[in-house]
């Protein structure tokens, strides 16, 4: 294996909900290899450029606003002057058993979840045709193929990014741009109601030994937003340990 190819030296990127968790490590691998990273957060979210990895800046937007959306990236394109990678995980996930869950939090987690990787995805698509390609990489979840029983709303989102994923792969392969999905299963970040004994029971059940941690998710994305993954789209991955088998 030729160490240059995982370079992305000269590359730029953005990635959504950055601010900590699984964004914050891809942020941080992105910029490792070279890349310029956008790293975006929500208004009113504490983010300040000084708690970033070498190589990155935050940028501020509610990816559920376009005109928000479109000004974070008109700020991407005046400091860099290209995007070549995009990373749609901004995401949350208030749980709520189904015959609790009303509109509202219906709307909230939809339209960030997916409504808003779509506006990102439509906006780094305009910038990435002129320059002949690009890469998207969208973050769904496990949950997307099990369901769940307190987020009929989070899988639902989640699967809908699979979707959304494959469309834009059929829609945007002819203009150079690649759009895969990863699928991470429990990851070692902030989980309601997971503590360390609740990481290491869930581990118990998956073939590798272990929940995920952000950094194997950050590798997938890497690999998928770099040269050797550039023959790959409408593709998703599961990054779980094997505890489910995306087909």
């Known amino acids: 294996m030729n160490s240059g190819s995982l370079s992305l030296r000269g590359r730029t990127a953005l990635v959504t909900g950055g601010g900590s968790g699984i964004g914050r490590a891809v942020a941080g691998a992105l910029a490792a290899l070279g890349a310029q990273v956008a790293v975006n957060h929500p208004p009113g979210a504490e983010r300040a450029d000084g708690d970033l990895a070498d190589g990155c800046f935050a940028v501020e937007a509610d ?51 997916l409504k808003g990787a779509f506006f990102c995805a439509q906006e780094a698509a305009a910038m990435m045709i002129p320059q002949g390609g690009g890469r998207i ?29 494959k469309s834009l792969a059929r829609a945007l392969g002819v203009h150079g741009i ?26 118990e059940k998956i073939p590798l ?39």
């Open 63 to 113: 990816v559920r606003d376009r005109q928000q959306v479109a000004a974070m990236f008109e700020t991407v394109g005046r400091r860099f002057g290209r995007l070549d990678v995009l990373v749609n995980n901004a995401g949350v996930f208030p749980r709520a058993q189904v015959l609790d869950l009303d509109e509202a939090l219906w709307d909230l987690v939809l339209d960030t979840n």
């Open 178 to 203: 690649t759009v895969n999905t990863v699928a991470p299963g429990v990851t070692r970040t902030a989980q309601p109601g997971l503590d360390e004994e609740g990481f290491l029971a869930e581990g």
């Open 209 to 247: 030994g272990r929940v995920a941690r952000a950094q194997d998710v950050a590798n997938a994305v890497v690999f998928l937003a770099g040269d050797m993954g550039g023959y790959l789209t409408g593709q998703t991955l599961g990054v779980n340990g094997g505890a489910v088998m995306v087909p």
């Open 137 to 165: 990489v969208n973050v769904s979840s496990s949950a997307a193929f099990t369901g769940s029983p307190k987020g009929a709303h989070y899988a639902a989102s989640k699967a809908g990014l699979v979707a959304l994923g």
